[in-house]
Nanobody
Framework: QVQLLESGGGLAQEGGSLELSCVAS????????MVWYRQGPGQQRELVAA???????NYANSVRGRFTISRDNARNTTYLQMRALKTEDTAVYYC??????????????WGQGTQVTVSS
């Protein structure tokens, strides 16, 4: 069974940095788009950054220039490097991936989320 597992969340000071990781475990035939979302307290879940299999990236305006998404296809892993953190970055961060557990089947998977808290 394919699962996504996030790690790297925690507490950071404003202006600090954190790096999140999301690894797919289980049998993965192919991994397509990988996306980071976040949901702050009392807010809707929003897209933070996305990366396709060729490395094409897309960012929310609120994080562009501060966050960097990357992926390691050999390790079925995506990363979100976060710099110059702001208190408004406080949220639960979720990883979502479009993957093929076997040839001919494409499914979307979500991780369980990892808390990021930025203090002033």
């Amino acid at each position: 069974q394919v699962q996504l597992l996030e790690s790297g969340g925690g507490l950071a000071q404003e202006g600090g940095s954190l790096e999140l990781s999301c690894v797919a475990s289980g049998r993965v035939y192919a991994m397509n788009d990988m996306v980071w979302y976040r949901q702050g307290p009392g807010q809707q879940r929003e897209l933070v950054a996305a990366i396709n299999p060729n490395g094409l990236r897309n960012y929310a305006n609120s994080v562009r220039g501060r966050f960097t998404i990357s992926r390691d296809n050999a390790r079925n892993t995506t990363y979100l490097q976060m710099r110059a953190l702001k208190t408004e970055d406080t949220a639960v961060y979720y990883c979502k991936a479009q993957m093929a557990p076997r040839m001919g089947l494409i499914l979307y998977y979500w991780g369980q989320g990892t808390q990021v808290t930025v203090s002033s």
